[in-house]
């Protein structure tokens, strides 16, 4: 049947707002007798927060509050998978990295909440600090997190130190010695990835206000998921969902970056505190410093061909870069994992991935979601097994590639679209022609 | 010297949260004033999500998409959508839309056939409006229809979830029937320019062919796939966060590079369209399978042009010039 609208170029129903000017982002809102705030961030990646010392900074003028966590000693930690990211660390808590909240100024103007903040005297012990992911695994590693994770299975390899492991992940299908056995080439690589920032055009920001009538605290910020993002919020403050609204502004990109709690909680706080309108943004150093990013990715393969070109198995090792909190990290790391051997048919396979705590800055949701640097390791992968055994990379890929009936890596039967050989035909025909 | 090499990726992508979460969208129509009012929290990150459900209920109702209109997301008026995540927009609330327009316009059916006493097959749905096929000329508008139903104290109005369920993974084996909903195929293959000397990559041409079952918006498709490519190519090339010690050392957008339009390279893109999965019209989530062949198709074309394979991403400049220097000696 033809379609009028279906697979037409119809135009972007929100581009005319965009382009004139017209759209709202968060930072276009305002309202009268609004104040803005910052928050005060940890000096220190891993240390024990021992003095925190607001005198100066309440002294200045035009600071109208400062909340430091004494002053809200029941807030929940939140986190979009696992809770365990903390609202503000406590005096004799610990911080985990440089973005952990210590205190949030509230101010007449921003610039004011911002030299606020430098007035605030911190002291701190210092810890030793781990961004590794192989030392955190070690058994005489600093421990990053004093509590041991929910998520751990009874699989967990007894040599790796659980402390600072988030959760761990399995894969097996078929028989993967039996496969190697009939291999007659047997490749073991190595893949690294480094941490991406999604880079948004806009970073965080938040604009809120009490509503005296209904006691609701009413937020607006761009977010990926509105209602998450209002059950974090309510959870974290001990609220019921009701009394926290979020609406939103047009999002000027997100990528994964607004998938987790960035500005709303402390928003809230501010709000209830001083029954204001309270505006509350990032700056780009600020969104790159305390706010998810891309998982550096450990990755590797050992895979079996045969000397006709199929795949008789693959076993593939992930580590997974954390940082200091789980955000999307438990569903990151083995969403990687799970797509291991990419498009291609392997009756045998092996796996296990690993998401480890470390000091540095939290990973979590970014475009891709571990399969984009999955897909750099088993695509060249692939690339170098072609060379290796002199068949062309195309039709080596082709001959693999996945049609209805084959089973991915967690042994799913694929019984409908299923082109992916038609994706490869397709390019050969579209790059031989300019040949 | 430049030298030059074409490689290429094959990726695949599960999308939807799968793996047995409970993932759905809830979309509600209704008409007010002179517009069709629909109601969902589905983020817009710029991807098109709302394009594609105002494309998607004007089909199915034949009415003007000018006179759609979407509610702001809004946790005390909107119903859950899900994320804008997991490539699932199109997928989850687009076939939200689908079924609350078909339920729309079966109540659109069932009423009007009572005020023109007849039935189904002798109505006509056209431009917003419903009449006899026999005759034209009187018609009733949507939202003329709206009114009546209302005064018989009824809602011509509808809400519809779609909520397909996926299976955990077995905790030690990681195998289950039904892991994600659908999964999106794409190949593609890059040529690329290697400066021997400053060690610059430079990608010339990128030809696409992605396997999505349907583009309700195949130019939305097309900017999917450019945008994500360019962000792979910024994975493969130059992206790093350089975090020392737990200290962020490049945390601005001068030590931080990404890819500007004056590194987009020359695009070519073929859509394969079998209309053959369970989004609306047969279509498939395309978001995240669109970024993730670039890397491993630039790095296989720069293995191509220089003969080094990299297994550490960015390939810089400096690792580009340290491994022809290692080659040579």
Not at chain 1, 99 to 122: F, H, N, Q, S
Not at chain 2, 6 to 34: C, N, R
Request: net charge negative.
């Amino acid at each position: 049947m033809s379609k009028r609208i279906i697979g037409k170029d119809f135009k972007k129903v929100d581009a005319r707002d965009k382009v004139t000017g017209k759209a709202l982002y968060t930072r276009d809102i305002y309202f009268d007798d609004m104040l803005y705030m910052k928050v005060k961030r940890a000096p220190f990646p891993h240390a024990y927060l021992r003095k925190l010392n607001t005198d100066k900074a309440e002294s200045l003028a035009g600071v109208v509050k400062i909340i430091t966590a004494e002053d809200y000693p029941d807030l929940n930690k939140y986190g979009l998978i696992y809770k365990d990211q903390p609202v503000l660390i406590g005096i004799g808590e610990k911080m985990h990295y440089m973005g952990d909240p210590l205190a949030i100024v509230i101010a007449e103007t921003e610039e004011t909440a911002k030299r606020a903040c430098e007035l605030i005297e911190v002291e701190v012990e210092e810890l030793e600090v781990v961004t590794d992911p192989l030392q955190a695994l070690k058994k005489d590693a600093p421990v990053i997190h004093e509590e041991l994770s929910g998520l751990l299975t009874d699989r967990l390899d007894k040599k790796l130190n659980p402390a600072n492991i988030l959760c761990d992940h399995y894969l097996e299908k078929g028989n993967v010695e039996e496969g190697f056995a009939r291999a007659d080439k047997i490749f073991e690589r190595e893949y690294k990835t480094q941490h991406i920032d999604q880079l948004p055009l806009q970073s965080e920001a938040g604009v809120g206000l009490y509503d005296e009538d209904t006691g609701t605290v009413k937020i607006w910020a761009a977010t990926q998921w509105l209602h998450d993002t209002q059950a974090d919020v309510a959870q974290s403050l001990g609220l019921p969902k009701e009394k926290i609204r979020i609406i939103q502004p047009t999002i000027g990109g997100a990528f994964g970056k607004k998938e987790d709690i960035s500005v709303h909680i402390h928003l809230a706080l501010a709000i209830l505190a001083t029954k204001r309108p309270v505006k509350f943004s990032y700056t780009r150093k600020g969104s790159m410093i305390t706010q998810s990013k891309r998982h550096p990715l450990i990755i590797r393969h050992k895979t079996g061909v045969a000397n006709d070109g199929f795949l008789t198995a693959w076993q593939t090792e992930v580590i997974g870069d954390v940082g200091a909190y789980a955000s999307s990290s438990p569903a990151v790391v083995h969403k990687g994992l799970y797509h291991c051997t990419g498009p291609y048919n392997v009756a045998n396979v092996r796996g296990v991935s690993y998401a480890v705590y470390t000091n540095n800055t939290f990973t979590g949701a970014m475009r891709g979601f571990g399969t984009a640097q999955m897909a750099f390791s088993y695509d060249s992968q692939m690339d170098l097994m072609a060379a290796e055994l002199g068949i062309d990379p195309a039709h080596f890929r082709l001959q693999n590639a996945y049609e209805i009936g084959s089973s991915t890596p967690n042994g799913q039967i694929l019984t409908r679209s299923v082109n992916v050989r038609k994706t490869i035909k397709e390019v050969l025909a579209m790059t031989e022609g300019g040949k | 010297m430049k030298k030059r090499g074409q490689g290429m990726a094959t990726i695949m992508f599960g999308f939807g949260y799968g793996e047995g979460f409970p993932d759905h969208s809830i979309v509600s129509i209704e008409f007010e004033d002179e517009s069709l009012l629909i109601r969902t929290a589905a983020a817009d990150v710029g991807q098109g999500v709302l394009t594609v459900i105002t494309q998607i209920a004007a089909e199915i109702l034949k009415i003007d998409p000018d006179l759609i209109k979407i509610s702001q997301g809004d946790t005390h008026l909107t119903k859950n959508s899900g994320s804008t995540s997991a490539t699932r927009q199109t997928f989850f609330t687009g076939n939200a839309v689908k079924q609350a327009a078909e339920e729309l316009l079966g109540k659109i059916y069932h009423y009007a056939s009572l005020e023109f006493r007849s039935n189904h097959p002798e109505l006509i749905v056209k431009d917003g409006h419903i009449f006899r096929h026999d005759d034209p000329e009187n018609k009733l508008s949507y939202w003329q229809l709206a009114e009546i139903v209302s005064q018989k104290g009824e809602e011509l109005k509808s809400e519809a979830s779609f909520f397909p369920a996926t299976d955990a993974p077995d905790a030690a084996t990681g195998q289950a029937d039904n892991v994600y909903v659908a999964y999106t195929f794409m190949t593609q293959k890059v040529e690329v320019e290697v400066d021997t000397v400053t060690g610059e990559v430079e990608v010339i041409e990128v030809n696409t062919a992605m396997d999505l079952g349907k583009a309700i918006n195949p130019r939305n498709v097309e900017g999917q796939i450019e945008g994500g490519t360019v962000q792979g190519i910024g994975m493969a090339l130059m992206e790093d966060q350089v975090i020392q010690n737990g200290i962020t050392l490049n945390p601005d957008l001068t030590g931080y590079l990404v890819p500007t339009a004056m590194d987009s390279p020359h695009f070519k893109t073929s859509l394969i369209e079998n209309e053959d999965a369970d989004g609306p019209f047969g279509a498939k989530g395309v978001g995240e399978p669109s970024m993730i062949a670039a890397a491993p198709a630039v790095a296989n074309a720069i293995h191509d042009a220089i003969g080094v394979r990299f297994y550490e991403l960015p390939i810089t400049p400096d690792k580009i010039k340290k491994a022809l220097k290692d080659k040579i000696f």
